[in-house]
């Protein structure tokens, strides 16, 4: 496996924020179904989606977990020439309140007006596990993916920290970081998430991550990495491996 296809499959799902999933028809057997949802990551990388229990592909996937999530570049002049990602998975409810509690709290920085027809109507969080995945970075290449998802390292209470505090003390930071990324300056941007290999931000209902220079597994290599972005002039580029 191309740990650099491994890398950029691994973005695209970082980068992009809603998927076609598609489920097998409890209705209509022998025939996949295709819905449009959003989604992010959670702990360990996975998809992490919020459906209604009416919902066609909810019924679907209590018949038959196995489904899969297709991903693409937003925005794209050709859909043929960039990067598409297609995980194939086993979807699984999450009933821990514990584990809801820790999914609705990351999920909300990222869809916060998810939380409303979340409490008044009957909404549930599932994980997809992925299983293996394909992925096309434009014309031939074409790679089948054993891994794609990365554990973060700050899912709960560290990421929860981190981000309240940039966001309530260090908003010109933020206005930097957005303006070096050349991303819309209104509405004033907030940090939504941290991963070990960058950050999202929310700008609007928009979502957007940004890849640190290098990797970061502990909150200190955060801190040191948010504080050179904030001092830096251009973007730095980030370091891939050629394996």
Known sequence: MSVKAGKHARELLLKEYSGVLSTQSKAMPGFPFGSVVPYCLDEQG??????????QHT????????????VGERDADDVQAVGRLTVLAEAQ???????IAAAAERYYRYFPQASDYHRTHDFDFWRLQPVRSRYIGGF???????????DNPFFGAPEQSMVEHMNSDHASAIAHYVTLAGLPREPAAELAGIDSEGFHLRIGQSLHWLAFPTSCNNPGAVRQ???LLARAETWPQPKVSQA
């Open 46 to 55: 996975w998809p992490l989606i919020l459906i209604s229990r009416i919902a």
């Open 59 to 70: 019924h679907n996937l209590q018949k038959d977990p196995k489904c899969s999530l297709l």
């Open 93 to 99: 409810q999450i009933t821990d309140e514990a584990a």
């Open 140 to 150: 031939g290449a074409i790679h089948w993916l054993n891994e794609v998802a990365l």
């Open 225 to 227: 990495a948010l504080v």
